[in-house]
């Protein structure tokens, strides 16, 4: 089944029960000092009719149970510090472990957010360090480090949009979004309230322009873009997109989620754009964590400042730091208390230790090996798009597809090699899209043998496609029935289940 | 690489972009650190935070003791450096994990399914709301005055362009939702009826009968917690269809407001509206058990502007935290954990009342926090309390200025007797 070509060899994963399947009663993994005050039968302050029994199906665990469980679990995932996570649009990179140092600092994790803000001018400054280097980054205004996550930053953003029109007067209903854009956008604009209205893109994969300039009118708030595109590729017209909103009063969302490939090489306040939204778990290295939490600053020009979620960290006369609420045109709470801190401390981190040499850096790394694996990898894949690009390439499985293996199969073959798939089947606009962003942190040692891995797919493809589409045969489950377990989903543990799986 | 590319120069790859667009300097942030300069810069920053005063904040974020293992767990880079698992076979140990979280949360709600949740206890309210406005077709909320004002806001803003009414039901003395008031303003139009318990106040509501007015008119009843330690000795909210709330108590720090962890519980037959992910059990082709995301027909990626919500991620590693804490805890460390903050709550309360001349508003049963109405200035006393290092709770009058010169004040299992005691000396 894996071959010589395959850097994984097998190695003993230990098999573990759900935690409700463990333990026994009496088992303690924690003691509570004992209380320090009289103590008086609880059901003498609180009616025993509010108080519930223990909480049923809770295992009972020691501390070595606790410790196991969750280790064990651990090994079954794939992660950034094992190898290449070529997600494309999501910027899998290293996170440098200082940033979980000092965001674990006690006066950062143990601060509550409603101290005095006397008490809190450490937690300020860093937010306000990150918001002025986010600005300058992006080439923006003002920032909001409230979001909780892009797609958060969308709706943030987009509200905002709104709440501008409705100040002058303007009731708009249409956001224009490319039919290469992220899921996030039409959903974030439909709960804003507006109505999305997709623009198809161009044969060469970039927004259409004489398009674009026959569909504005004055019922139109904004286009959501995001540049480089879901391509890769730099939307060369971005200003002139710019100016034909700006022409009808309409705005410019940017989605920031490829910001990766543009720092310290060109910004987007400077080609005109009003609003966008940066992931710092994506290019400021805050960790996935498995799917969250995220952090979605949204970065505004002084146009829209006015309508920025309050509270605004703003630095008083005498040099200190407030959250300020006295915001008469916000457009209100994202969210309760200020966005992610954890993130903005991590993000932060980066940032410094990078430097305005290092960003830049960065972004040029980013798009090397992105054009390194384009290069290598051209003549065994198909490339629906021949424009250049930038930090992700973007292929598609024509040419295997032709053997009957299609990119998710690739993908799944790709674990057999040692690494975790590319983005599969997005943008939409690519049928069998294969979406790779390699990230400036991968050694060209890794990108080689990612390379390697490829080629070898794409010839197995041919050869013995059923190996392909069967895959992966190294892993510690194979292909799971996706449509079985939505039919008839089975979302908690109980002990019904319990009785009727053993 | 370069020639591999067959280009001369880095610059090359940026042709692209045109010239005009292109930025011909360096960006203005500070130069780069090293790493002793970066923990010099970030110890620094860190120690302008107060971290050596006794604090009664609560409100939403409440101190409670946090594990150990649960950091030496969560540093694992597997957990950590690992994106949502959508691939999963390389991803069991994350889906397994959400799994167990989702059945914890099923456990102390007492609902059927919980999603693999949403980023805070106030958006998990937005999404909520949303959710009875998909379910039922209507526009009209009931909206407890005592749900934490920020969370209200947040609904606000969520709400806003969507066409939803919300009206503010009020609070009777014992702190407690005006049930009357919910059965006069309640008709076929309301979709839901929202209310907190503990409340902001931190009285317990009686959800039964605010349930049951809901669902004679076809409304449904939304509850959110804030504080889900009290989970561990209260009833969950009964007749509930939906809860909501912030799980940050379990384990996840303080963090000056994030990131925490919001869960979403609802009954089985409201599933498919559910907004955010959700990991199922199913099997692989061999008949393993195995976990995978599921149902992902309701989310934005496949959906677009159809979705259920524009949810992308969830806080899979504070649900992890979670996860971790319950693992720890056990049922009997939760409750003795949440029965200590009853009993230490109660103590204080008692305290007060016998040696200040201050009034502790509403009558209502307690978990963790109350509110003290304080009978002089408040800002003299205040500077006394920060002179000796005291944080003596949350002044609300910003929120509520009906009640004046009130304190909302927290009491965990972490606050001492001594602390209480000085506390209440600050308040004679």
């Known amino acids: 089944m894996t071959n010589e070509n395959a850097r994984t060899s097998s190695h003993f994963q230990i098999n573990e029960l759900l935690v409700f399947e463990e333990g026994s009663p009496g088992r303690r993994a924690f003691d509570l000092p004992a209380l320090d005050i009289p103590a008086i039968p609880v059901t003498e302050i609180v009616s025993p009719g509010l108080l519930r029994d223990d909480v049923a199906g809770m295992p009972e665990l020691g501390e070595v149970d606790v410790v196991r469980h969750f280790t064990r679990l651990s090994t079954w995932n794939y992660h950034i510090d094992l190898g290449l996570y070529p997600l494309g649009s999501c910027t899998m990179k290293y996170n440098p472990k200082i940033n979980e140092l000092v965001a674990r600092l006690d006066g950062f994790s143990m601060a509550h957010p409603y101290m005095p803000a006397e008490l809190t001018q450490g937690a300020l400054e860093v937010q306000k360090m990150l918001e002025t280097c986010l600005a300058e980054i992006s080439g923006m205004d003002a920032v909001t480090l409230q979001p909780a996550a892009g797609a958060h930053g969308e709706l943030t953003g987009i509200l905002m949009i709104r709440a501008y029109h409705e100040s002058k007067g303007r009731s708009r209903r249409i956001v224009l979004i490319p039919d290469s854009a992220h899921g996030t956008n039409p959903a974030s604009v439909t709960i804003s309230g507006y109505e999305v209205q997709n623009i198809p893109s161009t044969p060469g994969g970039t927004v259409d322009i004489d398009r674009l300039r026959a569909i504005v009118n004055d019922d139109v708030a904004a286009i959501m873009v995001t540049n480089p595109n879901t391509l890769g590729i730099f939307e060369s017209d971005i200003a002139e997109v710019c100016e034909i909103m700006h022409s009808r009063g309409a705005l410019v969302y940017m989605d920031g989620a490829n910001l990766n490939a543009m720092m310290g090489i060109t910004r987007p306040g400077d080609f005109g754009i009003d609003v966008l939204h940066i992931n710092l778990h994506k290019t400021f290295t805050t960790p996935h964590g498995g799917g969250g939490p995220g952090s979605g600053p949204v970065a505004v020009k002084k146009i829209l400042e006015p309508f920025l979620p309050i509270p605004v960290v703003s630095l008083k006369s005498g040099g200190s730091y407030v959250f300020d609420h006295d915001r008469p045109q916000t457009i209100g709470r994202m969210k309760a208390f200020n966005g992610q801190f954890g993130m903005h401390v991590r993000a932060l981190c980066y940032i410094l230790a990078n430097g305005p040499d290092g960003l830049k850096e960065v972004s040029e790394m980013a798009v090397l090996n992105a054009n390194y694996i384009r290069a290598k990898l051209s003549d065994a894949y198909e490339l629906p798009y021949d424009a250049p690009t930038l930090h992700e390439v973007v292929f598609s499985d024509k040419l295997q597809a032709h053997f009957g293996v299609h990119v998710g199969d690739i993908g799944k073959r790709l674990m057999d090699y040692g690494f975790h798939p590319p983005t599969v089947s997005f943008p939409l606009i690519v049928p069998g899209a294969i979406m790779i962003e390699p990230t400036e942190t991968e050694s060209r040692q890794e990108l080689d043998a990612f390379i390697k891995a490829m080629l070898a797919i794409a010839k197995e493809a041919e050869s013995n496609p059923e190996l392909v589409k069967t895959a992966p045969h190294t892993t510690r489950i194979s292909r799971v029935n996706e449509a079985a377990a939505a039919r008839r989903p089975i979302l908690r543990w109980t002990p019904e289940l319990g009785e009727s799986l053993s | 690489m370069l020639e591999a590319i067959g280009i001369e120069s880095v610059e090359h790859l940026f042709a692209g972009i045109p010239e005009p667009l292109r930025l011909r300097r360096l960006l203005d942030i500070p130069r780069a650190l090293t790493e002793p300069e970066l923990m010099r810069f970030f110890r620094g920053a860190a120690a302008r935070n107060a971290t050596d005063y006794a604090s009664f904040l609560g409100a939403g974020v409440y101190r409670h003791h946090i594990p150990v293992i649960i950091d030496a767990l969560i540093s694992r880079s597997e957990f950590y450096t690992a994106y949502t698992p959508y691939q999963a076979e390389i991803a069991q140990g994350t889906l397994q994990a959400i799994f167990e979280f989702q059945t914890y949360m099923t456990q102390l709600t007492g609902l059927d399914v919980a999603n693999a949740s949403l980023y805070d206890g106030s958006t998990g309210l937005g999404e909520a709301v949303l959710m009875a406005h998909r379910i039922t077709k209507r526009s009209r909320f009931l909206i407890a005055k005592s749900v934490h004002p920020e ?192 009993q230490k709550t109660h103590y204080a309360v008692q305290q007060i009342r016998a040696r200040t001349r201050h009034s502790i508003l509403f009558s209502g049963p307690r978990f963790n926090e109350f509110v003290v109405q304080m009978k002089d200035d408040y800002a003299s006393r205040a500077q006394r309390f920060m002179r000796n290092r005291i944080i003596p709770g949350l002044h609300i009058a910003k929120f509520y200025p009906e009640l004046g010169n009130s304190l909302l004040v927290c009491v965990t299992e972490t606050t001492s007797r001594d602390q209480i005691d000085a506390f209440v000396k600050g308040l004679e």
Do not use: W
């Open chain 2, 151 to 342: 969370y209200r806001t947040v609904i606000v803003t969520y709400a806003r362009n969507l066409g939803i009414e919300i009206q503010l039901i009020d609070y009777t003395e014992n702190g407690q939702v005006d049930i009357a008031a919910v059965g006069k303003a309640m008709d076929h139009t309301i979709a839901a009826v929202v209310v907190q318990s503990p409340n902001f106040f931190g009285t317990i509501e009686d959800n039964s009968e605010i349930a049951a007015i809901a669902h004679r008119s076809g409304a449904l009843s939304i509850v959110n917690v804030c504080e889900a330690m009290s989970l561990g000795i209260l009833k969950p909210p009964q007749g509930a269809d939906i809860i909501s709330g912030e799980g940050q108590s379990l384990g996840v720090p303080m963090s000056f407001g994030g990131p925490h962890v919001g869960f979403l519980a609802t009954r089985e037959e409201f599933v498919r509206q559910l907004p955010g992910r959700l990991v199922g059990m199913g099997e692989d082709q061999h008949g393993r058990r195995a976990f995978v995301l599921t149902l992902s027909t309701r989310e934005q990626h496949i959906r677009r502007e159809k979705a259920t919500s524009n949810i992308c991620t969830n806080q899979s590693l504070c649900a992890l935290i979670c996860a971790i804490y319950l693992a720890t805890v056990g049922p009997k460390g939760l409750r003795e954990t949440a029965e200590q903050n009853i």
